[in-house]
């Protein structure tokens, strides 16, 4: 009786002890959660310019974080909001009113009307 009771109590702890052994015994930080989703290796940059990777849920390759403007000098703030200002285009108008060959009787035979 007694032989019986201490192979199920060694039973119940050595399925205890090979449940503990799965994919997150050895990493730094654990997963919390039963359905594991499929995350992408990514590089985040900070606004310092340093740069690691981390695991991200949606397959990027590179993240980048905003600059902080309020540690930034005044110079470095009013050349960030100068760059974040769309830049107008420079639009170059032709009138070549000579060399205009256009002629509406040569696609008038092409338009016929149906009776």
């Given amino acids: 009786m007694s032989t019986q009771r201490f192979l199920n109590a060694s039973l119940a702890n050595l399925q205890l002890c090979l449940s503990r ?10 997963i919390k959660r039963k359905k594991y ?8 940059i900070n606004a310092d310019g340093s740069s690691y990777t981390i695991r991200y849920e949606l397959p990027r ?19 960030v909001l100068a760059n974040r200002k769309p830049q107008k285009k420079a ?19 092409k338009v016929t009307r149906k009776k």
């Fill in 61 to 79: 390759q590179i993240i980048k974080m905003p600059l902080e403007l309020d540690k930034l000098t005044p110079e470095e703030q009013l050349k």
């Fill in 21 to 30: 052994f799965n994919s997150n015994t050895a990493s730094i930080c654990l």
């Fill in 37 to 44: 989703p499929r995350l992408y290796p990514t590089t985040l």
């Fill in 91 to 109: 639009v170059d108008i032709v009138d070549n009113l000579d060399g205009d060959t256009f002629s509406a009787n040569n696609y008038l035979k």
